[in-house]
Every structure is written in structure tokens, then in C-alpha cells.
């Protein structure tokens, strides 16, 4: 089996190490937060949707700004269902790879789309692969964005994984307060549509509440 390269559960010297980013949400509470990044296209962002409608459960969606140009009535259903949007880059850049002036050029014309259709825009950004440099961190804190990363990674784009353990990196390591991340994204299709209704009922069950992020 190849080596796994993330961790499912964000450690807590990682944490400590990439100081000025929110992983995670007081633990006080017993209230978990959906998370989904690279849409929104209409082949997956729909089909969310239509789960979080059935259960009353509002999510978080960090686009991609080229998918907001090419499907704004996805997006836009986005915004109508009251759910929250953030900044995921335009062009789903990874921030070691990228240097810094192209970078927060990609994350401002990323902006611009959501502005588009949400003139106040959003203050939630989310480096894809959560990789980026201190510089390009620390400018988008300047610009009043709040740098939102997760608690428990559900790996659903992993295609070596079955959908079994996209559900289990899931409910073996919530805890109050946990930032939850999943895919609307092709390639994590086929984890994330057999996990994520499981991850709600077990949720559920569990006398968890699932809200939008507080900041």
C-alpha cells in the first residue's frame, strides 16, 4: 500500500507550528463544522447540496474561482441555500509552488468571481493542499482574511482508499469543535457520496450540531 503523504487527524505540533491559521473551533461545544473545497461544479456541488437541504444542514464551500466563472448557477444556489463561501484560489494553486506575488494575485482574482455574485465577498480562505508560505499567510491576514484550515481530514480524494475508510478517518477522530473537510470534486466522488450522509447520521447520533463557521 503506497504511503499515505497527510495526516487524517491535524496534530497538535502542526497546529502550534503554523501559528495565525484556525483549525479547529473552541471545543466547549458539542458542534462540528462541514467543510468542502475545489467546487463547485454540477456533476458533485448539487448532490451536497441536496444532502445538507435534506438534513437542515448549512456547510462551508471554499471555490475555486475558474469553477465559480463556469458554473455561477452552481455557485449561486450556493449562496441561496444560505450556506457560507470561501477563497480557495482561482486556479487551485499550491502555495510552496508558487511565488508570492502570483499567489495572492490568483487569491484576489479567486475574490473577485464570489464578488460577482456576493458584492460583500468573503473574509474565509483555505490554501489549496494547505500549503502556502509565511509571506503569502501573512499577507492574507492583512487583507482581513481569516485562514481556515481543518481538525479531520476525510481523505475522500484519496482513490486508494475505500469509501469505508473515507467514513472511519471521519468518525474515528471528531471531537468538539472539529473543522471537517470533504471534496465536491470529481475525484473524490465515489468517498465522499458514501460518507458523507453516514458521517451526518453518525453525527447525529451522537447529539453533535452542525453549523457554519463563526468568524
Known amino acids: 500500500m503506497p504511503m499515505k503523504l497527510y495526516w487524517v487527524k491535524t496534530r497538535w505540533f502542526v497546529k502550534k507550528f503554523f501559528g495565525g491559521f484556525i483549525w479547529n473551533v473552541a471545543r466547549k461545544r458539542k458542534k462540528v463544522y462541514l467543510t468542502f473545497d475545489d467546487g463547485p461544479i454540477p456533476e458533485v456541488t448539487p448532490w451536497v447540496l441536496n444532502v445538507l437541504q435534506q438534513h437542515d444542514i448549512k456547510a462551508t464551500f471554499f ?13 449561486q444556489r450556493v449562496l441561496q441555500e444560505g450556506h457560507a463561501v470561501g477563497n480557495h484560489t482561482f486556479n487551485h494553486l499550491n502555495g510552496w509552488n508558487t511565488d508570492d506575488e502570483t499567489y495572492l494575485q490568483n487569491a484576489e482574482k479567486c475574490q473577485q468571481a464570489i464578488v460577482q455574485h456576493k458584492p460583500e465577498g468573503t473574509r474565509l480562505f483555505r490554501p489549496p493542499y494547505g500549503k502556502m508560505s509565511r509571506k503569502q499567510a501573512s499577507a492574507m491576514r492583512h487583507k482581513g482574511f481569516k485562514l481556515i484550515m481543518w481538525d479531520v481530514l476525510s481523505a475522500d480524494f484519496d482513490q486508494t ?11 474515528g477522530n471528531v471531537e468538539n469543535g472539529s473543522i471537517i473537510i470533504f471534496h465536491d470534486s470529481l475525484k473524490a466522488q465515489k468517498n465522499m457520496q458514501y460518507s458523507l450522509p453516514r458521517v451526518i447520521e453518525y453525527l447525529k447520533k451522537e447529539n453533535y450540531r452542525i453549523g457554519l463557521l463563526p468568524y
Open 63 to 75: 471555490c475555486i474561482g475558474d469553477n465559480i466563472q463556469k458554473h455561477p448557477e452552481v455557485f
Open 161 to 171: 482508499i475505500t469509501p469505508e475508510d473515507c467514513l472511519k478517518n471521519v468518525i
